[in-house]
C-alpha cells in the first residue's frame, strides 16, 4: 500500500509534466497520498503489536 501510493504520487507530479492534456493528475495525486497515509498507519499500529481489523501484521 505505501509503495502504490508512493508511484501514484510520483505519476501525480510527472504526468502533468509530459502529457499536458491529462487532466486527473490530482486525483491521482490525492489517492497516492491517501494509500500513503493508511499503509504508514496500519505499518506502524502492526509494528507496534496492536492487531487491526482482525490482522496482525500487513505485509
Known sequence: MIVLGVILI???F???TLVP???FAHLILVVGVILLVVGVILAILG???RA???RRHYY
Open 52 to 54: 487491526v481489523g482482525g
Open 10 to 12: 510520483i505519476l501525480g
Open 47 to 49: 509494528s507496534a503489536g
Open 14 to 16: 510527472l504526468l502533468p
Open 21 to 23: 492534456t491529462f487532466a
